[in-house]
Structure formats: structure tokens, C-alpha cells
């Protein structure tokens, strides 16, 4: 049905519909308001309760003592493993639905870094690939242990913070990710798995519908980090992630488009502004379109350990990187896009 150009949604859809849709709706409001909310909650109940505040600085503390900890310890192990498996997840993996497609077999005894293109607004894709075990993450790479890259920022927000650790995200620092990729992972998995998204935030910015622009010529400190511990680096692809949303845009040099660009480079996060779907209609709204998303994982690319790559040496691997993303694109693209002959992956 539609009223004054608003597609509005039917009466009898499903329950497990309604429920996929609230899932992702939950989690769109989490990605975008958490990080603020948290700090919000945290101030009311730090001024103006009597009995909170005593708890609240009793997690300072702790905040404190957990800062630079790497490992999640057992308590935070055991609820990442419910919730990568849990009736939410399922939910949202489904609404698009996410499909995860290997490529090639990975030795379970090494550690690699994954690096994901394109961003899209959110990194759905990312999520329900590889922060999930809905899809069958664990069953395609047996003893791999898979931990996301955020933004380092979203590590800062009181309480925001527990949710990023028990989503297995991985906050973006140099040191952080150069600790993850250099250590042994705890039982029962017997290797690692880092997934980066190169591009960062202000890949966000080229996401449109039917078009895979990413950011990847003036990006080289992964391939730096990956030398330093002679890291696979393994191409991924999510096909479909461009066309949950369209945004609006403004060109380069105009207001908006600066006041955009600062506010990424102050808080670090991409002020996009998404047109989805609602509710209870298609037309607008915040949640994403149902659109599938499958996320493809080439073959790896094998690096030499190399403690101090001089600039040379990381040009050289990180343009060969760049080669075997394009190839890699190239040969899958005919499965995932239609009219895929016009498609290409575009560097900016």
C-alpha cells in the first residue's frame, strides 16, 4: 500500500519477519547512539542518583585496571560465545540475509589478517559474518578465533565499552592489533583471525547503491603491521553491503560536506546521512533495505617476516596487495552483481 509516495509495509507480515526487522533496528540504534547514550547514562547516574554513583565509580576503577588488557579474561569469553550464537544474531543475519563463502582452505595454526572491503555505512556484512556464529563462521574455518577492528574511540565510552568487547571487536590501535596479530590464541582455537577494514570511517562516505569505491592507495600501515609478524593477508569482499542504504550526499568543498569531514576527524566516526527503510514502510528511515550480503573470503597472500619493513618494502607488498584484490574481485564478482561487467572496484 502505498499513501503520498510512502510504501507503506502490510498488516500480515510474518512474526519472524517483525523480528528480524526489530533485531537490526536494535542494533542500528546501538552503532549509532550507544557510543553517546553511554556517556549520558553514565553522568545521570554519576550526579544524580544516590546509590548508582557508588557503582559507577567502583567502575572507574575498574575501567582503570582494564584499560590496556588484551585478553577478554573467561567471564567475557563465555558470554562472546552466547552471544555469537544467540536468537538476536540470528535475527539479523537473516533479515538480509549475510552469507559467508570461502574461497580457499586456512591453516588453522596461523594467524592472518583479513582485510575487508567496502566499509558500507554500518559493516553489517563484517558483523554477522565473522562477529557471529550464525552463518557458520566456526564450521568454514575450524580453530580460527575471529576478532573485529573498531574504532579505537568506542573503546573510551563507559559501559559502550563492555558491549564492544563482547561483540569480539578489537579496538583499531597500532599496538592493539600488532598484540592480537603476534600472540597465540587461548583453547580451544589453535590460530587468529584479525578482520580490518582498511578504509575506516570515511569509506562510509562513498557508499551507494551499486558502486564499490574504497579507500586502499593511501592506506599501507596494515600491510606494515602484517610484514612486522609475516601475516597472511587475505582479501575479503562484501557484495551487497553498498546497497542496504543510500545516503545524502554534498559536494566536495560545500558546507555540509566540510562540516562532515570534521566531525569524522573529531570524534572519528563517519556523520553519514543513511536513507533506509522504517518500521512499518520502505520508503525512508534508518534501518537498512533487506538486500543480500555475501561475504567472500579469498586466498590468502603470503608475507615474509620482515621486524623493520623499510618504506620501500611496504610499497612494494602493499601494491602487490592491491593486485590480488583487484584479481580476486574481478574472478567473483560474476556470482554476487548482476550486470557485473560494469562494475569495478574504484580507488579513491
Known amino acids: 500500500m502505498e499513501i503520498l509516495g510512502v510504501k507503506f509495509a502490510p498488516l500480515n507480515v510474518p512474526l519472524n519477519r517483525r523480528l528480524e526487522t526489530l533485531s537490526v533496528a536494535l542494533w542500528i540504534l546501538i552503532c549509532v547512539f550507544g557510543y553517546f547514550a553511554a556517556y549520558i547514562f553514565t553522568a545521570y547516574f554519576l550526579f544524580f542518583t544516590q546509590t548508582m554513583r557508588?557503582?559507577?565509580?567502583?567502575?572507574?576503577?575498574?575501567?582503570?585496571?582494564?584499560?590496556?588488557?588484551?585478553?577478554?579474561?573467561?567471564?567475557?569469553?563465555?558470554?562472546?560465545?552466547?552471544?555469537?550464537?544467540?536468537?538476536?544474531?540470528?535475527?539479523?543475519?537473516?533479515?538480509?540475509?549475510?552469507?559467508?563463502?570461502?574461497?580457499?582452505?586456512?591453516?588453522?595454526?596461523?594467524?592472518?589478517?583479513?582485510?575487508?572491503?567496502?566499509h558500507g555505512v554500518l559493516s553489517s556484512g563484517v558483523y554477522g559474518a565473522f562477529a557471529t556464529d550464525i552463518i557458520g563462521c566456526s564450521e568454514l574455518f575450524p580453530g580460527l578465533e575471529f576478532r573485529v577492528v573498531i574504532l579505537e574511540q568506542l573503546f573510551k565510552s563507559p559501559l559502550f565499552r563492555e558491549y564492544c568487547r563482547a561483540n569480539c571487536a578489537l579496538a583499531s590501535s597500532p599496538e592493539c592489533i600488532k598484540q592480537q596479530l603476534s600472540t597465540k590464541p587461548f583453547p580451544p582455537y589453535t590460530g587468529k583471525v584479525t578482520v580490518l577494514i582498511p578504509g575506516g570511517a570515511a569509506e562510509a562516505f562513498e557508499c551507494k547503491p551499486g558502486t564499490y569505491r574504497v579507500l586502499i592507495k593511501r592506506r599501507k600501515g596494515f600491510v606494515k603491521l602484517a610484514l612486522q609478524n609475516g601475516n597472511p593477508l587475505v582479501p575479503v569482499c562484501s557484495f551487497g553491503e553498498t546497497d542496504i542504504y543510500d545516503q545524502l550526499t554534498w559536494p566536495d568543498?560545500?558546507?555540509?560536506?566540510?562540516?562532515?569531514?570534521?566531525?569524522?576527524?573529531?570524534?572519528?566516526?563517519?556523520?553519514?546521512?543513511?536513507?533506509?527503510?522504517?518500521?512499518?514502510?520502505?520508503?525512508?528511515?534508518?534501518?537498512?533495505?533487506?538486500?543480500?550480503?555475501?561475504?567472500?573470503?579469498?586466498?590468502?597472500?603470503?608475507?615474509?617476516?620482515?621486524?623493520?619493513?623499510?618504506?620501500?618494502?611496504?610499497?612494494?607488498?602493499?601494491?602487490?596487495?592491491?593486485?590480488?584484490?583487484?584479481?580476486?574481485?574481478?574472478?567473483?564478482k560474476h556470482k554476487y552483481i548482476e550486470k557485473a561487467d560494469s562494475v569495478h572496484l574504484e580507488f579513491v
Request: with cysteine; glycine share 4%; net charge positive.
Open 54 to 118: 557508588y557503582f559507577i565509580f567502583l567502575y572507574f576503577v575498574w575501567m582503570f585496571y582494564d584499560w590496556n588488557k588484551f585478553d577478554v579474561g573467561k567471564i567475557r569469553r563465555k558470554l562472546q560465545q552466547w552471544i555469537r550464537s544467540c536468537a538476536w544474531n540470528r535475527y539479523f543475519c537473516n533479515y538480509f540475509p549475510i552469507k559467508l563463502v570461502k574461497t580457499t582452505d586456512l591453516d588453522p595454526n596461523k594467524s592472518y589478517l583479513f582485510c575487508s572491503f567496502p
Open 253 to 332: 568543498g560545500s558546507y555540509m560536506k566540510r562540516l562532515q569531514d570534521f566531525i569524522r576527524k573529531k570524534i572519528g566516526m563517519a556523520p553519514v546521512v543513511p536513507v533506509g527503510r522504517g518500521f512499518f514502510q520502505y520508503t525512508f528511515g534508518l534501518i537498512p533495505r533487506r538486500r543480500p550480503i555475501t561475504v567472500v573470503v579469498g586466498s590468502p597472500m603470503e608475507l615474509p617476516k620482515i621486524e623493520e619493513p623499510t618504506r620501500e618494502q611496504v610499497e612494494e607488498y602493499h601494491e602487490k596487495f592491491v593486485k590480488h584484490l583487484v584479481n580476486f574481485f574481478e574472478s567473483e
